[in-house]
């Protein structure tokens, strides 16, 4: 089912591309673009390295959490549709979600099959840990980095993430980093995304 007019509105961007669709999903509250056009910049740099299709989703204050993350997939089914695989068949999805849409994608990319990487920035981990944890527990893709800011409140508690068990769930600590993750950062990111040797086209 991909009606989005069952839905609350959400603003979505896409670079059209082939292979993979990685989908980017902002913090709460956050656009498209971001600050500085940071989501924008990301989404142009993945796409420059490896010809992927990028979707970014804005995350709307207020919805709720399950429905929200119900209608980003929605999304990427869409933009799916219209990703040549490589072999013909499904598109797998790379999420990376930042702030409250790592936690989203923490708590329910388990259930979505076509998700095989996870890039989960900056979650709020002190909040729905339990639901992050089942949820992380649970996943069956190919990996899940979990990455905090070593200046992020979430800092604290991240050696919570060592207690997952399942071994495709990972833990990296950015150094000198706040929540907020600089424009400058998307070679980092890229790097954490595609940590596995041969992912890259």
């Known amino acids: 089912m991909k009606n989005c007019d069952e839905y609350w509105d959400i603003e979505t961007a896409f670079l059209r591309?082939?292979?993979?669709?990685?989908?980017?999903?902002?913090?709460?509250?956050?656009?498209?673009?971001g600050y500085q056009d940071k989501y924008?910049?990301?989404?142009e740099y993945i796409h420059h390295r490896t010809g992927y299709a990028v979707l970014i989703v804005d995350n709307p204050a207020g919805?709720?959490?399950?429905?929200?993350?119900?209608?980003?997939?929605?999304?990427a089914e869409f933009a799916n549709d219209v990703t040549e695989a490589a072999?013909?068949?499904?598109?797998p999805v790379y999420y990376i979600g930042f702030s409250l849409g790592a936690s989203l994608g923490a708590?329910?990319?388990?259930q979505y099959p076509y998700i095989r990487k996870m890039l989960l920035i900056n979650s709020p981990l002190m909040i729905n840990w339990?639901?992050?944890?089942?949820g992380l527990e649970q996943f069956d893709g190919e990996q899940a980095v979990v990455a905090i800011g070593s200046s992020d409140p979430s800092y604290q508690f991240a050696g919570l993430v060592d207690c997952i068990d399942n071994p495709c769930v990972e833990k990296t600590i950015l150094y000198d980093t706040g929540h907020n993750l600089s424009?400058?950062?998307?070679a980092i990111i890229f790097g954490m995304l595609f940590s596995k040797q041969g992912d890259m086209p």
């Open 63 to 75: 919805a709720d959490k399950e429905e929200n993350f119900e209608v980003t997939m929605t999304a």
């Open 17 to 33: 591309g082939r292979d993979v669709l990685v989908v980017i999903k902002t913090g709460a509250g956050g656009t498209v673009n």
């Open 40 to 43: 924008k910049k990301l989404a």
């Open 130 to 134: 339990h639901r992050q944890r089942n």
């Open 107 to 110: 708590m329910y990319g388990w």
């Open 87 to 91: 072999d013909g068949g499904e598109v």
């Open 183 to 186: 424009v400058d950062m998307n």
